[in-house]
């Protein structure tokens, strides 16, 4: 991805020395023949009873076993499916070899949210996706158990040091936003001498972290350990400071900095223009996870309200689908489902959410679309009537395409529907700065390689760029935009 990536991947004399020793204790053989480790995991029957974080995560010797069926490939493919660059092979190895401490230096190297990437990144499908056990009929190594574990290790002995940093170069730059694209930029650039102030429109830093992921999988308190990090090496956070309205573009240049990293996210929430969508009682999974994630909404002491009921549906088949509907089994729904438009097959969800949905009693209507919601005297939803679909031939993305089926309408009983059908950008920053390009969908427009903008000294990743994306993709842009504006800048 750039030099700061390739200087990361080169092994020393030393490290060669002991990989080769690692090679040399076990045959291909041995190694292909240790089963993928397994997550420990919580009882549904108990999980659904409180916040508490579903994976348990690796013990010691299951990490160590588990790293050790890596092959250490010549040419490792897992480091090209990585969208921050991380040297896994190198991280897992340390691990193998019982140095937990030198496998979470490899993993912040690169990643500034390690023990976040660990728990909430689709490694199925990026990192693990291009594993060699995939060609020997496999399961892949558990790359995304072993980041979590190495770093939670270091979290959890209190052993942890900050990346080296570079003297202050005297620049200056600003941050918009605090989900993992700021974080993974603000990173970087501090490393490199940059002072670095983020601004967040809430009263939480972390974002798409804090507001839009539930603590059964991502606990906060993980969030504010590689927070805390970075406000250590000196990155500086402004909370309740809303960018297009508290300041301005002209305030930020005001201030001296020479530089901007947009990374505002898409929180506006999407909804499906269907009749009965503004009876109470339906809403989007933005505003009932922030409610609930963010403002405390059900917990004791707070008086943040939250919208409960006995019978849920939440419409979609996402990540984030899949976090309301569990987060609603939590607030005391004795029955919750999924309504999906096309089969369980072409769900995007993770597969272990899907699973873990199913043992806490989450119910699947796929193949099924709402066209109405009905509400009672007082305005409430009370049903949902829902078009039966079929699958046709595949659309752009290659998912077969749900057709209707004539007639057959069923209509279903619900006190509670929580939409989570996609998102959009917000509009605040795009359309408060003249000249700023954007594209059709309200997205920021830039540069495919640089993440560079019409404006010169503005750069942006993340959601506001992609529409939606995923944690590591977010981050991966925070990586390329560093790069790209400390080669701008470092030219001037």
């Known amino acids: ?147 979590r574990f190495a770093a939670d290790t270091e979290r959890l002995s209190g052993t942890g040091e900050l990346p080296a940093r570079l003297a202050p170069n005297g620049k200056k730059v600003a941050v918009v936003g605090s989900g993992p694209a700021s974080l993974s930029f603000a990173g970087d650039m501090i490393r490199r001498g940059y002072e670095v102030t983020v601004y967040e429109a809430l009263h939480e830093i972390g974002g798409v972290l804090k507001y839009g992921i539930p603590e059964f999988r991502l606990p906060n308190a993980v969030v504010d350990v590689e927070i805390d990090a970075l406000a250590a090496q000196g990155v500086k956070f402004v909370k309740d400071c809303v960018i297009g309205k508290t300041l301005n573009y002209d305030d930020l240049l005001n201030l001296g900095f020479d530089g901007i990293f947009v990374a505002s996210g898409a929180g506006l929430p999407r909804f499906m223009g269907i009749p009965g969508e503004n009876f109470i009682g339906v809403l989007s999974s933005n505003e009932y996870l922030t409610r609930i994630n963010l403002m405390g909404a059900g917990r004791p002491g707070w008086a943040t309200p939250a919208p409960a009921g006995k019978r849920v549906a939440v419409i979609g088949g996402g990540n984030t689908a899949m976090d309301s509907v569990r987060t609603a089994r939590r607030m005391g729904a004795e029955e919750a489902f999924i309504v999906y438009r096309r089969s369980e097959a072409e769900m995007p969800a993770r597969v272990e959410e899907v699973k873990h949905a199913k043992e806490e009693g989450v119910k699947f209507l796929t193949l099924h679309n709402p066209v109405e919601y009905l509400a009672d005297e007082n305005g409430h939803v009370r049903a949902m009537r829902v078009q039966r679909m079929e699958l046709g031939d595949p659309d752009e993305s290659g998912r077969r395409s749900p057709v209707p089926v004539e007639g057959a309408i069923d209509e279903i009983p619900v006190d509670l529907v929580i939409v989570s059908v996609g998102v959009s950008p917000n509009p605040l920053i795009p359309d408060s700065i003249e000249g700023l390009e954007v594209t059709r969908r309200g997205t920021i427009a830039v540069n495919d390689l640089t993440l560079q903008s019409s404006l010169p000294l503005i750069f942006a990743g993340g959601d506001i760029v992609r529409g939606g994306a995923t944690v590591i993709l977010a981050m991966g842009d925070g990586r390329r935009a560093a790069q790209s504006m400390h080669e701008t800048l470092s030219a001037r």
């Open 1 to 147: 991805m750039n030099n700061d990536n390739q200087q990361s991947n080169t092994i020393s004399p030393r490290d060669a020395k002991w990989r080769e020793e690692l090679r040399n204790s076990m045959s291909a053989k041995q190694r292909t023949a240790i089963p993928r480790a397994k997550m420990p995991e919580l009882d549904p029957a108990f999980r659904v009873t409180c916040s508490a974080e579903v994976n348990q995560g690796l013990s010691q010797g299951q990490a160590m076993l588990e790293a050790s069926r890596c092959m250490d490939c010549p040419d490792p493919q897992c480091v090209t499916g990585c969208p921050v660059g991380i040297n896994i092979p190198g991280f897992i190895k340390n691990i193998e070899r019982g140095h937990f401490h030198e496998a979470a230096v490899v993993l912040k190297e690169t990643s500034a949210l390690p023990a976040v990437c660990g728990r909430v990144c689709p490694q199925e499908r990026q990192c693990e996706s291009r594993c060699i056990y995939h060609k020997m009929k496999k399961q892949p190594v558990a790359i995304g158990y072993l980041e």
